[in-house]
């Protein structure tokens, strides 16, 4: 039978939470599409492969030295051949940075239609829908793939990840290498030691409502902490310096979709919101009672955070 393929990605040995996610997607819609989930590591050895194995019934593992870092050449190369030997119907990936960069290329090495972004997909009559913001998050969209083949790239958070136990088998696929035109040289955390934010399950944001650097840490960083999560901010806050830009939330910074956010002196300006609405609950604090993060709230609290937060505070 045909596949539907996930593409893995890892990095510093360890999967993305977003495969499990993909793992997640392409078993639950490709029986309705006639194909069988699949995914396909690459990487220097097959360690990882057998990983993604617990969690889809199938895996194509490239274990070369050409893939042990990424890159779009040598993916995309790896991806066509798996597609073409192994009748790869569909390829998933993560709408990461990555992702981005390989998902048109692909497409175009595989003679595949492309949609990119999606945060649902479903099987109506046979064929693949989906589901995606436009607009900044002010509408939604769905589209479905007129090709034979199709590239899907998804939104993080949008999916749980699979559950383990799937036992699955790795099958070795070898590749022969042409080109590849860039050459990873080192890779540089942005902040050395710093936190992946994208991968907190519980979240307090803060704006410019917190009116300073010093009040923000006193009323949103202590309070991420007593909750064991991590902190957050909208862009006035990054650009005021009270934070580091690796914690910016919207649309120019990282799309978060932890358990609980806090939203905290925020307005609620869509390209906030763009980046943090896929957040299973949301609990917005705010003094004005028309702030637009309200219309997205789980949870809305319309008072002064100085008063409400220590309150909160102390009762935890
Ligand atoms: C191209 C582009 C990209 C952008 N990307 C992003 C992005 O990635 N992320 C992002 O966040 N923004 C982004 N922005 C900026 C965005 O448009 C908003 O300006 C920004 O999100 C507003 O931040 P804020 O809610 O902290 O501040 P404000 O809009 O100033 O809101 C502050 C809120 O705090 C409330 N408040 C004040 N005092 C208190 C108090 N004591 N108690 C309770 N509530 C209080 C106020 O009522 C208000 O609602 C982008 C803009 C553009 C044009």
Request: glycine fraction near 12%; proline fraction near 3%; charge should be negative.
């Amino acid at each position: 039978m045909a596949k539907l393929l996930v593409i893995a990605e890892h990095r510093d040995g360890k999967l993305s939470e977003g495969t499990l996610e993909l793992c997640r997607i392409a078993k639950e819609v490709a029986p309705g599409l006639g194909l069988e989930p699949a995914a396909a590591v690459f990487a220097k050895d097959d360690a990882l492969a057998k990983e993604v194995a617990n969690y889809i019934p199938e895996v194509f593992s490239v274990a070369d030295g050409a893939v042990e870092l990424y890159t779009a050449d040598g993916y995309s190369q790896a991806i066509k051949a798996v597609v073409e030997s192994q009748d790869v119907k569909g390829v998933l990936l993560a709408h990461t940075y990555d992702g981005v960069d390989l998902a048109g290329k692909v497409a175009m090495a595989i003679d595949a239609g492309i949609v990119s972004n999606c945060n649902k997909a479903e099987v109506d009559g046979g064929k693949l829908v989906l589901t995606r913001n436009i607009y900044n998050g002010k509408l939604q969209e769905t589209k479905s793939i007129k090709t034979d083949k199709f590239v899907v790239s998804f939104e993080k958070g949008a999916y749980d990840p699979a559950e383990s136990g799937a036992g699955g088998a790795v099958t070795a696929v070898s590749v022969s290498f042409g080109d590849i035109r860039t050459k990873v040289k080192e890779v540089i955390e942005t902040s050395a030691g710093g936190v992946d934010i994208t991968n907190a399950r519980v979240i307090v944001g803060g704006g410019r409502g917190l009116k300073d650097g010093d009040k923000f840490k006193e009323v949103v960083i202590s309070l991420a902490q007593k909750l064991g999560g991590e902190y957050a901010g909208s862009r006035p806050v990054i650009d005021s310096g009270w934070i580091e830009a690796s914690r910016q939330v919207g649309q120019s910074g990282k799309t978060v979709a932890p358990d609980l956010y806090l939203a905290l002196g925020v307005s609620g300006a869509v390209q906030h919101v763009a980046g943090m609405k896929g957040s299973k609950c949301i609990v917005a604090v705010n003094k004005d009672p028309e702030a637009p993060i309200f219309n997205i709230a789980t949870y809305g609290i319309v008072g002064d955070l100085f008063e409400v937060i220590p309150a909160f505070s102390a009762k935890l």
